[in-house]
Each structure stands twice: as C-alpha cells, then as structure tokens.
C-alpha cells in the first residue's frame, strides 16, 4: 500500500540538528516523514591529514565537499590550526557542509549556494587569477573527478587526501522493515540523497509489492537523479540542493 502525504527520506544522518531541519519543515506542511540511515562513515587518513592542515601556508584553501569533510578535519586538528586558515579563501559544497564547517571549526566558507562539485567549480574560478597555490581537498572514497577536472582545465590544482569510506548500513535491512511494515507499505514521496545511498537501499525496496513505478522518487541533484535512471526507475521531480527547503519544494512541486 502506497501512503499518501507521507515522506520517506533515505539519507545519511549526521546530527540530531539536522534530521530536526527537515522533519520540521516537511511535517510543518503536514507530511508524515519516516527516515532510514542507508550510509555509515569510516574515518582514516587522520594523521596524514593533519600534516597538511598544520602546513597551511602551502595551500590557497582548504575546500569541503560534504559534512563528513569537516568532521573529519575537526577530528584531525586543533582549534589553534584554524586560526591562520581563517585567513584562506576557503569553500563548501553547500549550505549544510557551509553551517557544519561553521559550527564546528568556526570557518567561513564560500560557496554554499552550490549544490554539486560542478557548481561549486564555477564559483572558484570566479576569481581563479588570484589562487596561486593548490587547495587542499580531503574527500570521501566515493569522490568523483569533477572538480579536480574543471579547476585543472583554468590551471588549478588539488592536494586530494581520502579521509573516510562510505559503507551501507548494516542494519538497512531490519531498518527499512521497520518503517515499512515488513514490506507491505511504502511512503508516497521517497527521497534519495546520493547514488550510493540508492544503490543500497533499492535491493530491498524493490521487494515491496507495489508498483514502484507509481512511488514518486525524488532524487538529490543530478547524479543521483543519473543512478536512478540507470536502473529504469523514474524520478518524479529533483532537488536542486541539498537542503530541507529544496526537497519540500521538489515533494510540492513548487
């Protein structure tokens, strides 16, 4: 049974903050919302990771491309590492990676309009002249080649650290049984916010009994919306963004 005016997000989670911003604006335009972890992190890297950090003065920034970036930078440094990268021109993929690197390093960031890495690579060469040194970038293991391509075609480069692996959630199985009731019901609106979380999530959401076809599949960008299409489902509408205001608007088609 397909349930209407319900909601189901299938995302990483990172914080309690941040499945608050969008079980509040979702349920505030009387949506039911249920919510399943499909990826857990794995950090490495660290001390690698904090050489770089401590040798800012080889770098013209540092650029995040998720929260699990900063997370990972916050693990590996010291509060009194920030203060001379507070000096950088530093950016985020994002509105939330702009408020986490925020909240948890205290630094500013540009960029957060963007939603996706080649978004974010138009804003950099905005003013490409002035970089004259390369950015660091700690990535997860599931990075793709789109920003370090756009930046080397203008004569930019990226000092790549991989920092955490993204696996599936162990117990997405016995999760997603839980908010579908053993398999016999599916939220009217599902929403997917990366290729990997799709990939897996859809084995089991494909044993439902429904027609998934008649599923309203919402996709986080374009390269999710890309994984989806791949395996013959439809994406019903996209989510410019990552953020709680885009997905409402995506679900209400506004």
């Known amino acids: 049974m397909i349930i209407k005016n319900s909601v189901l997000l299938l995302k990483s989670q990172n914080s309690n903050d941040d499945i608050d911003k969008y079980e509040q604006i979702l349920k505030s335009n009387k949506l039911d919302?249920?919510?399943?972890?499909?990826?857990?992190?794995?950090?490495?890297?660290?001390?690698?990771?904090?050489v770089k950090l401590e040798n800012c003065i080889n770098y013209s920034g540092i650029i995040f491309s998720s929260p699990r970036c900063v997370q990972a930078v916050h693990l590996a440094s010291e509060n009194s590492l920030f203060e001379k990268w507070r000096d950088k021109t530093n950016f985020s993929v994002g509105e939330e990676t702009c408020a986490t690197a925020l909240k948890k390093l205290n630094l500013v960031c540009d960029g957060k309009e963007s939603g996706?890495?080649?978004?974010?690579?138009?804003?950099?060469?905005?003013?490409?002249?002035?970089y004259t040194k390369p950015f660091l970038f700690p990535h997860g293991?599931?990075?793709t080649d789109t920003l370090?391509?756009?930046?080397?075609?203008?004569g930019l480069s990226l000092d790549s650290?991989?920092?955490?692996?993204?696996?599936?959630?162990?117990?997405?199985?016995?999760?997603?049984?839980?908010?579908?009731?053993?398999?016999?019901?599916?939220?009217?609106?599902v929403v997917f916010f990366s290729p990997?979380?799709?990939?897996?999530?859809?084995?089991?959401?494909?044993?439902?009994?429904?027609?998934?076809?008649?599923?309203?599949?919402?996709?986080?960008?374009?390269v999710t919306e890309t994984a989806i299409k791949e395996q013959n489902f439809n994406v019903y509408r996209i989510a410019t963004k990552p953020n709680p205001q885009c997905v409402l608007e995506a679900i209400l088609g506004t």
């Not at 972890?37 to 990771?49: E, G, H, I």
């Not at 996706?116 to 002035?130: H, R």
């Not at 370090?148 to 203008?154: G, H």
């Not at 993204?166 to 049984?177: G, H, M, Q, R, V």
């Open 116 to 130: 996706n890495a080649l978004c974010l690579s138009k804003v950099i060469l905005q003013n490409k002249t002035q």
């Open 196 to 222: 990997s979380g799709f990939t897996s999530t859809i084995g089991h959401i494909k044993r439902l009994p429904e027609d998934l076809n008649e599923v309203k599949f919402i996709a986080i960008g374009p």
């Open 161 to 189: 650290v991989e920092v955490y692996d993204t696996i599936p959630n162990p117990k997405i199985e016995a999760d997603l049984n839980v908010v579908t009731d053993n398999l016999t019901n599916i939220s009217e609106f």
């Open 33 to 50: 919302v249920k919510q399943v972890k499909t990826l857990v992190f794995n950090f490495k890297n660290l001390n690698s990771l904090k």
């Open 148 to 154: 370090s391509l756009e930046l080397e075609k203008e």
């Open 141 to 143: 293991n599931l990075k």
